[in-house]
């Protein structure tokens, strides 16, 4: 199964989207009018038959050598039959590693974060749970080890605990927290000391299927007048997770931050949401301890993932190093 989401301003243009990118067989999943009036359709298109879709996609050629461990390792991860089929569709390489790391370039974006004092503020979004504020202190450790000052701002201000688990991290690194009620304090919060800092926020989890949840959280990303991130774990339900991908890619985002990997086994959620937002790889987190950071997803990394080898986490023993200069 192929997910999209597909938004405009009338029913009319997205289905005329829809018919001219999936054909007249798609399948409309579900129809949502955001609080601007754009209305966002995720469709998809079933297969009837597995063996016509690898034969229309492939050839009519059986799959074999490196294009069939590459088919059965994505099977694997539960990615959709058609999205499998279209990444292996024109593989000309001899082993399975090179064919997906190839098929994987040509078909994603990657764009791992860098840290620039210069750059607009990174804001982390998501469900709840999905790993925010560990990730923020993760970018922040990265961040004050690269000798960058660093100001997080939290907006999490009802969540029990969510500001004593931010501050245990910026204590050790030496990092500013400013606690943002609302927009106007968060447009005050960055305007507000040194200019030279990168600048990280955390947010509250949101419901994405709630409007005045994602209304809310999009009057946040205006006055922050930063880059949405979208955190996501790992795991969980194809058609679920392209939903969900889609009310925040609504808002802006287009780059993902894929958490747990370290308790996933099956990450074909994460190649529907990247074809469906669209969203560009960022960074994966493989643990919950904010000192072994984040990893840069890139076509290699993703490659050893998806043929289940284990990707190291960028390793980092320097905050409290960095804390005590």
């Given at each position: 199964m192929r997910?999209?989401?597909?938004?405009?301003?009338?029913?009319?243009d997205a289905m005329r989207q829809i018919r001219n990118e999936l054909g007249d067989d798609a399948v409309i999943v579900s129809t949502e009018t955001d609080t601007d009036g754009e209305v966002r359709i995720t469709a998809a298109l079933e297969n009837l038959d597995d063996a016509d879709v690898l034969a229309r996609l492939i050839g009519d050629e059986p799959a074999s050598g490196a294009r069939a461990e590459a088919l059965g390792a994505l099977a694997y991860h539960g990615v959709p039959d058609d999205l499998a089929g279209g990444l292996v569709a024109d593989a000309g390489e001899d082993d399975v590693a090179s064919l997906l790391r190839a098929a994987l370039a040509h078909a994603f974006l990657f764009e791992p974060v860098k840290l620039d004092p210069r750059a607009r503020p990174l804001m982390m979004v998501g469900t709840p749970g999905a790993g925010k504020t560990v990730t923020t202190a993760k970018l922040a450790a990265r961040a004050t080890i690269d000798g960058c000052?660093?100001?997080?701002?939290?907006?999490?201000?009802?969540?029990?605990?969510?500001?004593a688990?931010?501050?245990?991290?910026?204590?050790?690194?030496?990092a500013e927290l400013v606690d943002a009620d609302g927009p106007d304090e968060l447009r005050a919060a960055i305007a507000a000391g040194a200019s030279d800092a990168v600048v990280l926020i955390d947010t509250a989890g949101v419901n994405p299927f709630d409007p005045a949840d994602m209304?809310?959280?999009a009057r946040l990303?205006?006055?922050?007048?930063?880059?949405?991130?979208?955190?996501?774990?790992?795991?969980?339900?194809?058609l679920e997770a392209a939903e969900i991908a889609g009310s925040f890619a609504a808002l802006g985002a287009h780059r993902l931050v894929a958490t747990r990997l370290d308790v996933a086994r099956r990450l074909g959620a994460l190649l529907?949401?990247?074809?469906?937002?669209p969203f560009a790889f960022a960074e994966a987190s493989a643990s919950a301890q904010v000192a072994l950071g984040l990893t840069p997803i890139?076509?290699?990394?993703?490659?050893?993932?998806?043929?289940?080898?284990?990707?190291?986490?960028?390793?980092?023993?320097?905050p409290e190093k960095a804390a005590a200069r």
């Open positions: 997910l999209r989401v597909y938004t405009a301003r009338t029913i009319a000052a660093v100001k997080v701002i939290s907006t999490d201000t009802f969540r029990a605990g969510a500001r688990q931010l501050a245990a991290f910026t204590d050790i690194l030496n209304a809310a959280l990303v205006e006055a922050g007048g930063g880059e949405p991130v979208l955190v996501m774990a790992a795991g969980g339900d194809s529907v949401v990247a074809e469906a937002g890139t076509p290699y990394a993703l490659t050893r993932l998806l043929l289940g080898e284990p990707i190291a986490s960028a390793t980092n023993s320097q």
